[in-house]
Nanobody, 121 residues
Framework: QVQLVESGGGSVQTGGSLRLSCAAS????????MAWFRQAPGKEREGVAA????????HYADSVKGRFTISQDNAKNTLYLQMNSLQPEDTALYSC??????????????WGQGTQVTVSS
């Protein structure tokens, strides 16, 4: 059974940094997209960053370009999101997803439960 488990969320001040992790298991394919999404209260879930596990150029939302970096450790089946220069508008529940395409949220089949990121001003 496919499982995705996020960790690394927390509370930071404006300008701080966090690194999120997503451990994946049980997926039958060797090559697929993994992505980070986020959802803040009163807002739609939005794509943050996505990466093709076999390599290639990552995709980023315009709002996080230059601040966030998506990466992976294939040996550990783990996805990361390094978040720098955090702003209050980054406050959201961050979830990882598997089995879709790019930043298209409706295309993803599997989701983790999420990890909360709170940025205070």
């Amino acid at each position: 059974q496919v499982q995705l488990v996020e960790s690394g969320g927390g509370s930071v001040q404006t300008g701080g940094s966090l690194r999120l992790s997503c451990a994946a298991s049980g997926y039958p394919s060797e090559r697929y997209y993994m992505a980070w999404f986020r959802q803040a209260p009163g807002k739609e879930r939005e794509g943050v960053a996505a990466i093709w596990t076999a390599g290639g150029t990552p995709h980023y939302a315009d709002s996080v370009k230059g601040r966030f970096t998506i990466s992976q450790d294939n040996a550990k089946n783990t996805l990361y999101l390094q978040m720098n220069s955090l702003q209050p508008e980054d406050t959201a529940l961050y979830s990882c997803a598997l089995g879709g395409y790019g930043l298209a949220r409706q295309s993803y089949n599997y989701w983790g439960q999420g990890t909360q990121v709170t940025v205070s001003s």
